[in-house]
């Protein structure tokens, strides 16, 4: 994980059931929940990868990517509420 990663979500308060999967050669960190891959954007980033700053991910069995941008917003609240109410649908 890159150190300056932690600035990027140093603004939210991160589940301790969240296991951060940020990897060296992503271009941004991301955590792994409940069969989902949250990526997150540094707050106020004008060079963004995703549409808004946090993008979340399906993942299969082996907690591969299955589908890009599978939900993706700029509420955090929004993401902890999907994360914890959606199943995974495969």
């Known amino acids: 994980m890159r150190n300056e990663w932690k600035n990027y979500y140093t603004d939210l308060n991160i589940p301790k059931t969240w296991e951060n999967i940020s990897y060296s050669n992503d271009e941004l960190p991301s955590f792994m929940y409940n069969n989902f891959q949250i990526w997150i954007d540094k707050p106020d980033s004008d060079k963004s990868q995703f549409p808004n700053r946090f993008c979340v991910m399906k993942l299969d069995d082996d907690n ?3 589908d890009d941008w599978y939900f993706d917003t700029n509420n955090f609240d929004e993401v902890l509420n999907y994360v914890n ?6």
């Open 64 to 66: 591969q990517t299955i």
């Open 85 to 90: 109410n959606k199943t995974k649908e495969i």
